[in-house]
């Protein structure tokens, strides 16, 4: 494994994490709008069925962006589709299973604030963070495709797209369908949300591989992703809980894909920061 | 610079195992806590510790009690105490045909799965019926497949009154949730 590799910086990684967002807005955006003008009939299993599709597409999007850019050196196309598949296959297998069936959040998470955040914390927050990290530390990590600092970033992205594909089909499926317009603002607020806390342990991991951190690093990694993921199904909840006014009620889901596209990008933001200052760092000690 | 499987590299791994179990544990522990959590109720000479956070509903004829689960999926998981006026010489059987013949009245497609004369959680005599039915919404327009509910009533005899205690959850919690249940039948007292 070579230095100068551990230096290099995959510089169009931030502008697919920045494409993603603005896309999955735009995607958003005209789905919502084609909802709202033609407010299309379906049938219960056309419903499910372009439910699962739109499950699909945040991951199409960054998968696509990723290919077209990532010519000058590429990664191989089957690691990032099988971490990809791998951190969809942990969510469907131990993921769901785990805090709906063994830990039942739906039945005590939203009791009260304290319940809500340290519940998302502790239970949701570590079993999906250690997840993610497990499909890309158990699989691509030890493999010499992991030679760049930030392959970390891109591997931890495609788990946590992968994982957010499941949720989203598992959304779907379990309700027997969504609305549109509310079901792609949901799909798209789990992917970039999902894809956000991932960054944080994919930048972990690639300085953990590449750089003498000590033991504790890791763990901080996935406890901050953890946090980060708690808080924010806390706020989500907080910002789009109904308001009821003189003229009905209105509930705010807009602000729900708004917060998760400020989260993803200012993560996206510290992590391009964090890992150029590393690099820095790195080429001036060589 | 690539330490891959250095003896540091495999310290941090098991931390990181380390760390997730013991948040997930924490999880546990506080799951656990806040499904123990309980408030008392009172009433007519009965008392009962209800769990916490539930929606209580205020008493009605012989309804004494009616707690209820917002946050469980399909039909809400729920709590009844009754208090039904009985003569001195009636069985536990008497009433127990007599409230499964008024379950049966009032369900939608009740189906009795089986009775018996049992000791419950406390070494009492009670008589236990279980049974399922369809939750029966009647608004026309409610869009959500019904649910299928069961049920178990524990019925005491203790002078001339009969305590009914009712527990009904959706066919997929029924089980999950009975251990909860029998937490608060252990907690009854209407001596």
Known sequence: MSESKAIHERKHIWRDEILLIVVMCVFVGIVYALDGALKPQFTPSTLLLTGVFLALVPAFIWLVFFYLQDRAEPEPKGFVLGVFALGGLFAAAIGIPMTDGLFRVSHWLYTDTLTTILGGILVVGFTQEYLKYAAVR?????????????????????????????????????????DLGTGIIRMAVVALAQ????????YFLGRAKFESEPVWWMPLGITLAA???????????????????????????????????????????????????SIKSLQAGK | MNKQGSLGDRFAEITVILVTVIALTAG???????????????????????????????PSGEEL??????????????????????????????????????????????????????????GRNAYMITYAYVESNPDVTHAAIPSVVRGADFIYVSGERAIVVSY?????????DLGRFYRFLQSLDFS
């Open chain 2, 65 to 122: 009690f009616r707690t209820v689960d917002r946050y469980s999926s399909g039909f809400s998981t729920t709590y009844v105490i009754r208090q039904i006026a009985v003569t001195s010489e009636a069985t536990t059987s008497e009433v127990a045909s007599a409230v499964a013949l008024g379950h049966a009245q009032d369900m939608l497609g009740f189906s009795m799965l089986d009775q018996q004369e049992v000791r419950d959680v406390n």
């Open chain 2, 168 to 176: 009904q959850a959706d066919e997929e919690n029924y089980d999950l």
């Open chain 1, 138 to 178: 158990y699989s691509i990590y030890n493999s010499d495709e992991f030679d760049e600092s930030t392959d970390g970033v891109v591997y931890a992205t495609a788990a946590g797209l992968g994982y957010a594909t499941v949720l989203n089909i598992n959304f779907v499926v379990s309700n027997g369908g969504v």
């Open chain 2, 28 to 58: 546990w522990f506080y799951k656990s806590g806040l499904e123990n959590a309980s408030v008392p109720f009172e009433a007519e000479g009965i008392s009962a510790q209800a769990p916490k956070g539930w929606l209580n509903y205020e």
């Open chain 1, 227 to 277: 946090i980060f993921n708690g808080v924010f199904n806390w706020l989500q909840g907080t910002i789009t809980q109904p308001v009821i006014t003189l003229s009905g009620s209105t509930t705010p889901t807009w602000m729900g894909l708004v917060l998760a596209a400020v989260v993803a990008l200012t993560t996206t933001g510290v992590i391009l920061w964090l890992v150029r200052r």
């Open chain 1, 195 to 202: 894809a956000a806390f991932s960054g944080i342990t994919g």
